[in-house]
């Protein structure tokens, strides 16, 4: 018995299944992309209540630093960790809700590469000599900077620049509105200059304005220069 084949059927049906088998080929090709694109943790799953990881140690370390957390360093980001980074966002004038998210973050000198922390630390250093210096020489904003990273260098301060600028009473701009001075091309030039190791001060770890401070201690230490309306010293 011959069994008739219709040859244009035939080809009808090819033609689909090759269009099936190519769809499927895409499809597999794009998830594979994404996935390969996508972090195996976004910074959501470890920035917020209930998170574990190492981002969220690294976090409790950050804050144990400035004297913010008494809690365990374990990775658990529990209610301590929570009300830890409430109170630091309030310190920072930033948004306060618990979640260490990428501004949080930012601000804590924390980056998921070498680059990412550089990138931090310049931030944080030009939002210093922005809300300290304006008004200031380019040299004098130099200078700022110059007496941040001093500090990290010096047995006395932390040792990260996030340390330094979030050390309890160290730069009042932190804790007033001149903190929401956001960092402007001068001042990240300026950051970034201390940064490559120009150091106007001559190794200052103090700096103060005349004019508007009074501390007799601070203004027993011994002078190094005076840029500007600030008087440099050690």
């Keep these: 018995m011959k069994i008739s084949i219709d040859k244009k059927k035939l080809k009808k049906a090819w033609s689909i299944l090759v269009i099936i088998l190519l769809n499927i080929l895409i499809v597999t090709v794009v998830v594979s992309v994404v996935a390969e694109s996508t972090?195996?943790?976004?910074?959501?799953?470890?920035s917020k209540l209930g998170s574990r990881g190492s981002e969220v140690r690294n976090v409790q370390n950050a804050l144990k630093k400035l004297g913010l957390y008494n809690g365990a360093v374990d990775g658990i980001y529990g209610v301590k960790t929570a009300n830890a980074v409430k109170?630091?966002?309030?310190?920072?004038g930033i948004t306060v809700d618990g979640i260490a998210g990428p501004k949080t973050l930012l601000y804590l000198g924390l980056g998921s590469s070498p680059s990412s922390a550089n990138q931090s630390d310049l931030y944080l250093l030009a939002k210093v000599i922005a809300a300290e210096g304006r008004g200031e020489s380019y040299t004098g904003q130099v200078a700022i900077g110059a007496v941040v990273l001093n500090r990290i260098k010096h047995p006395s301060f932390p040792d990260s620049v996030s340390g330094i600028v979030y050390q309890e009473g160290a730069f009042t701009c932190v804790r007033d509105r001149n903190w929401n001075t956001e960092p402007n091309?001068?001042?990240?030039?300026?950051?970034?200059?201390?940064?490559n190791g120009w150091d106007p001060s001559g190794g200052s770890i103090y700096y103060y304005n005349p004019a508007k401070t009074s501390n007799k201690w601070m203004r027993s230490r011994p002078v190094v220069v005076t840029i500007g309306s600030h008087v440099f010293c050690k």
């Design 87 to 92: 109170q630091f966002q309030r310190n920072c």
């Design 39 to 46: 972090p195996a943790e976004s910074a959501q799953v470890l």
């Design 185 to 195: 091309a001068t001042s990240k030039k300026a950051a970034q200059d201390a940064l």
